[in-house]
């Protein structure tokens, strides 16, 4: 009971930081979050000291907890990360991938495109993240997946900041139709081209969020450093 009890603070307490339902900067409390999460307060803390591992929560002893500010240069090691490994897995998912699995996607992108343009953010976040899930899975490479999901915490709240934005919802669905459009061709060259501009889309993106919530940031010291964070 004592560990589900923390898993649940912990994983509801996570989904709030990431979702940006917690913002950024965000004081923290041990009673606050067991109150928040209908918890006691064992459950509570775990849930900060964990997190605050993941570095998504900042822990000043005597002084104060936060939800942690995104950072630019761990976001560079995450983007990295993510590029790389969703590159790589194209061969094995061309391997195993049917017909069904290509409608499975397919599905996939019109469920974003009933999300986008009516306010659903994290229903949109959560369906395009599915999209790109469902590929490893075909892939059978969900290991990868796992290690992605577990490491892009920053990446993951620059990418909900993003997908806020009307004009990033339209151009991902665009861009995963023309991915699977791709597949289907079974144009390997093409679908690693196509992948690569979806995810180097990110660096263009981001340059907007910097600019428009410059609060919640750190790790870059100088507008030229915020620019090139990942190029």
């Known amino acids: 009971m004592a560990e ?64 942690s500010r995104i950072d630019l240069k761990r976001i560079q090691q995450e983007w990295f ?8 897995v194209i061969d094995e998912f061309m391997k195993n991938c049917s017909l069904r699995d290509l409608e499975s996607l397919e599905k996939s992108i019109e469920r974003q495109a009933n999300f986008s343009g009516r306010g659903m953010f994290r229903s949109f976040f959560e369906s395009d993240y599915e999209f790109h899930r469902r590929i490893f899975e075909i892939a059978e490479q969900l290991l990868s997946w796992e290690t992605i999901a577990n490491v892009n915490c ?12 009307q004009t990033a919802q339209t151009e991902a669905i665009e861009e995963h139709r023309q991915i699977v459009a791709a597949m289907r061709e079974r144009d390997v060259p093409l679908i690693k081209r196509q992948m690569v501009i979806h995810t180097e889309k990110f660096g263009l993106q981001q340059q907007a969020m910097l600019e428009r919530y410059p609060d919640y940031f750190s790790g870059m010291s100088s507008d030229r450093q915020l620019k090139d964070s990942i190029f």
């Not at 979702?19 to 459950?43: C, H, I, M, N």
């Not at 920053?154 to 934005?165: G, V």
Request: aromatic share 6%; proline share 4%.
């Open 4 to 67: 589900a009890l923390n898993k649940l603070a912990y994983r509801k307490l996570r989904q709030d930081i990431i979702f940006l339902t917690l913002k950024p900067g965000t004081v923290l409390s041990t009673q606050e979050v067991a109150t928040r999460y209908e918890v006691s307060r064992t459950p509570a803390r775990e849930a900060i000291v964990r997190l605050n591992k993941e570095g998504l929560v900042d822990v000043f002893p005597q002084s104060k907890t936060m939800v």
């Open 81 to 88: 990360i993510r590029k790389s490994l969703e590159v790589a």
């Open 154 to 165: 920053h990446y993951d709240r620059m990418r909900m900041l993003i997908m806020s934005e």
